[in-house]
């Protein structure tokens, strides 16, 4: 990449964590704290937990839209000021309604596919995989930092300071876009950036999208149920909340380090699938044990060990098998329906986790999860093996485009197994073998 490339994609993933470090860092501590805001109940603490999903997955696409009417920036400011505004009403929040107001204000500054977008204007298509891992890292990273940090801040300057602290951080985030990001001359309608009305229609019907989209609504599901339960567990097997950090620190380290064989496996060997269904036997394994275990702290903490391994494996695999099945053409559809089962996933999470604890145990919490955990076994089982495949994209000259027979001479080249061609993007949307596949055939394409 260049110099200016990799400025512009080093800020936006700090930017895509900062948010998502703010967002992730009340959860393993929301469930404890919210409990003492007047009118709260486990099942209105369970929504205030996943709220902020149902609000994502219903603006997703719309700012999408929207930025490309009035531009990345301005839709990317507004969304991460609405976040900052939401995490100032939770933080001055006393009343329960009031807190689920301020969570569902944070959820609405959905920002996440127009910064993909934004990140596409701003790099070269040859460096828009590494883009995109970068910005992946980073998520993956906020995560686990906030999983420690979060119960560490909190006992220092509690729940409220918690929500400042996440909307000082969303407002630096506008200050580094503003100040670091260049704007974009032109922006990329890419197809692989974001969702577009028109092709969501052709996603529902494909059977292995669905699937993906299924796991990833339950994998946030059960996240957010588990977060409901967990930290009161910890609490009530004698571990006091300031302390929940040595059980997070070292199961989080740990997992991440056993994640990385896996998916060096699934990738390397291709095997994708049976990693997939050993990951999602092992959180199903992991969430029954959690179920049993709830009164040792040693317990608790091998159960969420085994948890965060496969869940940390499924949150890296998904996107990438996304990316697989995705047609030609519609890897950026294909992710907002994904993107949008995940939000879902989080709300329906925190609803179900709310109302188990508050009308059953929080055992029960656990248990609830089993069966969508075995549904999703069944449909990895069923599910098809993937193709090794990646995408690619080629502008197309003047030229290209009145070509009648550049489908069927974009699909002689070798590693090439998909061609969509876009009129209106100007531009082939290709799925092609790495291996075989060599880029610089498409030059006498290009424009």
């Not at 934004?118 to 992946?136: H, Q, V």
């Not at 630096?172 to 974009?184: C, M, N, Q, R």
Request: charged letters at 10%; a positive charge.
């Amino acid at each position: 990449m260049s110099p200016l490339e990799t400025r512009t994609v080093t800020t936006l993933a700090l930017i895509y964590a900062l948010r998502m470090f703010g967002l992730f860092m009340v959860l393993p501590v929301l469930a404890l704290f919210a409990q003492d805001y007047q009118g709260a109940t486990a099942s209105l603490v369970g929504v205030a937990i996943g709220v902020y999903g149902l609000t994502q997955a219903c603006l997703q696409l719309p700012f999408g839209v929207w930025s490309d009417r009035i531009g990345r920036k301005p839709v990317i400011v507004i969304g991460l000021a609405l976040f900052s505004l939401g995490s100032a009403l939770a933080a001055v929040a006393d009343d329960i309604w009031l807190l689920i107001l301020g969570r569902a204000l944070q959820g609405a500054g959905a920002v996440a596919s127009t910064l993909m977008a934004l990140m596409t204007d701003l790099t070269r298509e040859e460096n828009r995989t590494k883009a995109m891992a970068s910005i992946g890292a980073s998520i993956g990273l906020s995560f686990t930092l906030a999983m420690v940090v979060g119960p560490l801040l909190a006992g220092w300057m509690g729940l409220s300071g918690l929500f400042m602290l996440t909307g000082l951080l969303s407002l630096l985030a506008i200050g580094l876009l503003l100040a670091v990001v260049p704007t974009p001359r032109q922006q990329v309608r890419s197809r692989d950036a974001r969702a577009f009305v028109s092709q969501l229609g052709d996603v529902f019907k494909d059977k292995q999208i669905l699937r993906l989209s299924f796991g990833i609504f339950t994998l946030h599901a059960v996240l957010v149920a588990c977060f409901v339960a967990l930290p009161v567990a910890l609490v009530d097997a004698g571990l006091l909340q300031p302390e929940h950090w040595k059980v997070y620190l070292p199961v989080m380290l740990v997992a991440f380090v056993m994640m990385v064989p896996f998916i060096i496996i699934g990738e390397k060997k291709q095997k994708m699938k049976q990693v997939l269904l050993c990951a999602v036997i092992l959180l199903m394994a992991s969430v029954a044990l959690l179920g049993f275990e709830l009164s040792s702290v040693w317990g608790i903490s091998f159960a969420l060990w085994v948890f965060f391994v496969a869940f940390n494996i499924l949150e890296a695999s998904l996107p990438s098998l996304v990316s697989k099945f995705a047609p030609a053409g519609f890897k950026g559809s294909a992710m907002g329906v994904y993107s949008t089962s995940q939000f879902l996933g989080a709300f329906i999470g925190g609803m179900l986790g709310g109302l188990l604890s508050e009308y059953y145990s929080l055992s029960y919490v656990f248990w609830g999860m089993l069966p969508l955990l075995f549904i999703w076994i069944v449909l990895v089982w069923t599910m098809q093996t993937p193709r090794h495949l990646t995408s690619y994209r080629v502008a197309l000259s003047v030229q290209g485009l009145n070509n009648t027979m550049l489908e069927s001479q974009l699909l002689t080249l070798p590693g090439v197994h998909e061609v969509v061609i876009m009129l209106n993007d100007q531009a082939a949307y290709l799925k092609v073998d790495s291996k075989e596949f060599d880029p610089i055939h498409l030059k006498k394409f290009n424009t």
